[in-house]
Nanobody
Framework: QVQLVESGGGLVQAGGSLRLSCAAS????????MGWFRQAPGKEREFVAA????????IHADSVKGRSAISRDNAKNTVYLQMNNVKPEDTAVYYC???????????????WGQGTQVTVSS
């Protein structure tokens, strides 16, 4: 069993930055890929970014590419999502998840956190 707890969400102005954290406990965190997804009201959950178990490989959705960075600290069992120049369309609940591979497919992820709300004001 894996427990994931996201933090760092809140209200941010457009053009600003935020850093989300996801703390994991349970299984060996460093053995798994990690991903961030988000879900806006009335929309389906969408992929944001993912990182391999070692941190050597990352992928980002086109919608955030160039504005985001995913990283991880295996010593702290934590994965981060840095987002810069945020836009109102980034408003969503952000979820972290544990995955088998570094993938943009939510079906590759077996454990999910409860999410943290990010609201970007214009």
């Amino acid at each position: 069993q894996v427990q994931l707890v996201e933090s760092g969400g809140g209200l941010v102005q457009a053009g600003g930055s935020l850093r989300l954290s996801c703390a994991a406990s349970g299984r060996t965190f460093s053995s798994y890929a990690m991903g961030w997804f988000r879900q806006a009201p009335g929309k389906e959950r969408e992929f944001v970014a993912a990182i391999s178990w070692s941190g050597s490989s990352t992928i980002h959705a086109d919608s955030v590419k160039g504005r985001s960075a995913i990283s991880r600290d295996n010593a702290k069992n934590t994965v981060y999502l840095q987002m810069n120049n945020v836009k109102p369309e980034d408003t969503a609940v952000y979820y972290c998840a544990v995955g088998r591979t570094t993938s943009n497919d939510h079906r590759e992820y077996g454990y999910w956190g409860q999410g943290t709300q990010v609201t970007v004001s214009s």
